[in-house]
């Protein structure tokens, strides 16, 4: 059924309720192992040298002023967008394979056809396939976001940076959670691209949730489990077979 962007914002909230119930915690050890220990070292980065990165793009002081106040908070929000970016596509990848079985485990929980099953537990073909999609996926989402990303270097358009970076980004992000539920009813990257921009409002308003998501300090710790099984209900309620 159709989902509006308000309703798609909120399934990364949801799929951080889920993960810690009875059933699903040990699907979430590990992501969320490997995303504290990213989060933590993309903390310390971070905010030891925020501040300066953010002055050298943001206009000279004098009659511009009034710019740098106004687009203070968006090139801030946007340098930990980046960073949480990052961080999050290697955290998928070291991570994939468990990413894997929690949606498999979440799509088996509501009923929905499959191929995979979590009950089998990792095995070196299924560990080798995960990471070779998650390394087409990374090819695929670099490709397009670098692009968005040099927008920061070119004076006068470094203003509406962040607003595109923060579009881009959330679209990229919904992709690149979602495929791990169409992997379910082995659907080609192509398809699935297709799908999701039939519902471009719900796609990138599900990765602004991710983005919220991800912003918010110690929840960010939780981001990639709880984004797999948020995108896992969101794919359940929208694009599930039949």
Partial sequence: MPIGPLSAFSYPFRGLRLIFRSGFRRYTAVPLLINITLFSALGTLLFSNLGPWVDSLLPPGGWQDYLRWLVWPLVVAAFLLVGYFGFTLVGNLVAAPFNDLLAARVVSSLGAPGHATPAGGLTWPGIR?????????????????????????????????PVVWFVVVSWLLAFEYLEYPFAQSRLSFAEQRRLLRRDPLATVAFGAGVSALMLIPLVNLAAIPASVAGASLLWHERWRPG
């Fill in 129 to 161: 396939n995960s990471i070779g999609d998650e390394l087409r996926k990374l090819w695929l989402i670099l490709s397009r976001s670098l692009p968005a990303l040099l927008l920061f270097l070119v004076p006068g358009l470094n203003l509406a940076a």
